[in-house]
């Protein structure tokens, strides 16, 4: 058997995107941007048409506004209302994305205190929002059978009487042999 090939059968495979949000705000995000760009260049072109429109026979007058700073005026209104749209939709998705990492670190959380204060009854139906949930549950099921093995095992080390014959003691011995197989390596 190839050891490499098994190794690479064994690894886990770490999955730190979560696809279905983020692909959901990246079209999100992309569409907006597109939508706001455009629109933007809309009215500022409607906006500079006008400006200049107002001021196209102006050209002979003494007293003609410079169209210069009505046009710089028009572009930085244009420039600094995309950059607070972009800020706003940046800080919406960002919300969104910590309520949905939320959604999955809450059910986690209290999966690891169960544990932590060796709480492995069994639970109520649980919505399992995603598949780390879903890796811990099953882990903590595993513990679950691990313990009650081990409670098992202590059991019949309970029954032996007599340690003081041969059988006996060899029965103790496969025992305690199984609750350390048991028990987690330190």
Excluded: C
């Excluded at 995603?130 to 691990?146: D, E, F, G, P």
């Amino acid at each position: 058997m190839n050891l490499n090939a098994q190794s690479n059968s064994i690894k886990r495979r770490i999955v730190y995107v979560d696809d279905k949000v983020q692909k959901g705000l990246l079209i999100a995000l992309v569409t907006l941007e597109v939508t706001l760009i455009v629109a933007t260049l809309w009215m500022l072109y409607v906006q500079m048409g006008a400006v200049v429109d107002a001021n196209l026979y102006r050209v002979h007058f003494v007293t003609t506004p410079n169209i210069y700073p009505l046009l710089l005026k028009t572009a930085l209104i244009g420039v600094v209302g995309l950059i607070v749209v972009n800020a706003l939709m940046l800080w919406i998705a960002g919300w969104v994305w910590a309520r949905h990492v939320d959604s999955i670190l809450q059910p986690f959380r209290e999966l690891i205190g169960k544990v932590e204060s060796l709480d492995f009854r069994v639970d109520k139906a649980v919505d399992i929002p995603h598949n780390i949930v879903s890796l811990a549950l099953t882990w903590r099921n595993t513990k679950r059978q691990n313990l009650r093995l081990l409670r098992q095992e202590i059991a019949q080390l309970n029954e032996l009487d007599d340690l003081s014959n041969v059988e006996t003691q060899q029965r103790a011995s496969e025992i305690l042999k199984a609750i350390r197989r048991l028990l987690p390596n330190q």
